[in-house]
């Protein structure tokens, strides 16, 4: 089975592809992309990708290559996903 994220971690990504928040995602190899969270998906293998939603195209990024998430939205109901507090 691949590596996993804490189901604590995933209830945020969840919450904010729900509402639809505007994310600032780094992954590891220090890509930035700011996009709209717009779902969670598996791949056969069953890695989870957080699709987001950018200039009119979905972007699938793992979510094991995420070093970190600020959420832009100023009415959101948390302000980073906080992927390095466990």
Request: proline share 5%.
């Amino acid at each position: 089975m691949p590596p996993r994220i804490p189901c604590q971690i995933h209830d945020y990504f969840e919450a904010a592809c729900v509402r639809n928040y505007t994310l600032d995602v780094e992954i590891y190899s220090a890509q930035r992309i700011t996009a709209k969270a717009v779902d969670i998906r598996y791949d056969k293998d069953k890695n989870e990708y957080l699709v987001l939603a950018t200039l009119g195209r979905q972007k699938f990024i793992k979510l094991t290559d995420i070093r970190s998430v600020s959420v832009l939205d100023s009415d959101a109901d948390f302000s980073e996903i906080p992927i390095n507090d466990l």
